[in-house]
Nanobody, 122 residues
């Protein structure tokens, strides 16, 4: 099993920045792709960004391209999401996810964190 714990959420005004962190523990040696998802009130959970095991390949949702950056530190078993130029529509609970397959996907994830709230006010 792999446990994922997110941190770094909070409230910020539009145009501001936040950095989310997700620390993985447990059987992390099998983890390949790491990703971030979000779920706004009344909406389905959606893919935000994903990163390959080595950090060379990334994938972003169109809505966050150019504003969000995903990165990872394998020595610390941690993945990050730097969020800049935040908009009110970015308000959501953000979830970290981990996949055992080294293929960046918008849906194929095996482990999930509990989520961290991000609120962007106008």
């Amino acid at each position: 099993q792999v446990q994922l714990v997110e941190s770094g959420g909070g409230s910020v005004q539009a145009g501001g920045s936040l950095r989310l962190s997700c620390a993985a523990s447990g059987r992390t040696f099998g983890v390949a792709v790491m990703g971030w998802f979000r779920q706004a009130p009344g909406k389905e959970r959606e893919f935000v960004a994903g990163i390959s095991r080595g950090g060379v390949s990334t994938l972003y949702a169109d809505s966050v391209k150019g504003r969000f950056t995903i990165s990872r530190d394998n020595a610390k078993n941690t993945v990050y999401l730097q969020m800049n130029s935040l908009k009110p529509e970015d308000t959501a609970v953000y979830y970290c996810a981990a996949a055992l397959r080294n293929i960046i996907s918008t849906i194929l994830y095996d482990y999930w964190g509990q989520g961290t709230q991000v609120t962007v006010s106008s």
